[in-house]
C-alpha cells in the first residue's frame, strides 16, 4: 500500500520534472484514498514557497474544509525542508511517509529531525525509504539533464536554462489550451535544446 501511493507521488514528481522544475511529488492520503497531490512549482510561479508538500497541504485543507489534516498522511518522494516540515507540523498531519533523503536541506533525519528531536504540541510520526531508488532516480536524471544543458557548448548557463523554462512554461500554456499532445511535443523539444 505504502507503495502504491509512493508511485503516485512519483507521478506528481514527473509532471515536475517535465515542466523543469526540480522532479518533487507529494500525495496527502485519508481513510485509505488520496485527497489532494502536487508537485513542485517553484520556478513556474516564481515562488519559494511553492513546494509539493505546500501545495499538497492548501489543496488538502480546501478539500476538507479545514487546515486541521487530522488522520492524514502524506507521501512524498523527497525529505522535507524546514519550510515543509513545520507546515506539516502546524497542519497535524498524522505521519509522512519519505521517499529518499536530501543531505542538504532535508530536517527528518539529515541536517537534524524536526519531528523527533524537538517537542511541539503535535507530533507527526515517519517513515523514510519508501521507493528509494526511483526517488532518487528522477532526482539524480534531473540534475544530469541540467549539468548537461548548462555545458553544451558553453552556450546554456544557468540563466539560459531559466530562460528556457518560462519559454517553455508559456508555450506549454499555449500547448493546453489548443488540446495539442504536449507529451510529443516535450520529446521533440528536448531533443532541440539538449
Ligand atoms: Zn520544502
Given at each position: 500500500?505504502?507503495?502504491?501511493?509512493?508511485?503516485?507521488?512519483?507521478k506528481?514528481a514527473?509532471k515536475?520534472?517535465d515542466?523543469?522544475?526540480i522532479?518533487?511529488?507529494?500525495?496527502?492520503v485519508?481513510?485509505?484514498?488520496i485527497i489532494?497531490?502536487?508537485?513542485n512549482?517553484?520556478e513556474i510561479k516564481?515562488?519559494t514557497t511553492?513546494?509539493?508538500?505546500?501545495?499538497?497541504?492548501q489543496?488538502?485543507?480546501?478539500?476538507?474544509k479545514s487546515?486541521?489534516l487530522l488522520?492524514?498522511?502524506?507521501?512524498?518522494?523527497?525529505e522535507?525542508c524546514s519550510?515543509?516540515?513545520?507546515?506539516?507540523?502546524n497542519?497535524?498531519?498524522?505521519k509522512?511517509?519519505i521517499?529518499?533523503?536530501?543531505?542538504?536541506?532535508?530536517?527528518v533525519?539529515?541536517i537534524?529531525?524536526?519531528f523527533k528531536?524537538?517537542?511541539?504540541n503535535?507530533?507527526?510520526?515517519?517513515?523514510?525509504?519508501?521507493?528509494k531508488e526511483?526517488?532518487?532516480?528522477?532526482?539524480?536524471?534531473?540534475?544530469?539533464?541540467?549539468?548537461?544543458?548548462k555545458?553544451?557548448?558553453?552556450?546554456?548557463?544557468?540563466?539560459?536554462?531559466?530562460?528556457i523554462?518560462?519559454?517553455f512554461?508559456?508555450?506549454?500554456?499555449r500547448?493546453?489550451?489548443?488540446?495539442?499532445n504536449i507529451?510529443?511535443?516535450?520529446?521533440?523539444w528536448?531533443?532541440?535544446?539538449?
Open positions: 500500500m505504502k507503495e502504491i501511493f509512493m508511485k503516485e507521488a512519483l506528481e514527473q515536475a520534472y515542466k523543469l522544475e522532479p518533487v511529488g507529494a500525495v496527502i485519508k481513510d485509505g484514498k489532494a497531490r502536487a508537485h512549482q517553484k516564481l515562488d511553492k513546494h509539493a508538500e505546500i501545495l499538497a497541504i489543496k488538502a485543507s480546501k478539500k476538507l487546515w486541521r488522520d492524514c498522511e502524506m507521501y512524498v518522494t523527497l522535507p519550510m515543509c516540515a513545520g507546515a506539516i507540523i497542519s497535524r498531519i498524522k509522512v511517509y521517499g529518499t533523503m536530501d543531505e542538504k536541506t532535508g530536517v533525519g539529515s537534524f529531525n524536526l528531536d524537538y517537542k511541539f503535535h507530533n507527526v510520526e515517519f517513515e523514510t525509504g519508501i521507493l526511483e526517488c532518487e532516480d528522477i532526482l539524480k536524471r534531473f540534475f544530469k539533464e541540467l549539468r548537461k544543458a555545458k553544451v557548448g558553453g552556450k546554456w548557463n544557468a540563466k539560459s536554462f531559466t530562460h523554462n518560462y519559454s512554461n508559456n508555450c506549454c500554456y500547448f493546453y489550451s489548443s488540446n495539442v507529451k510529443i511535443w516535450w520529446k521533440g528536448r531533443k532541440y535544446a539538449f
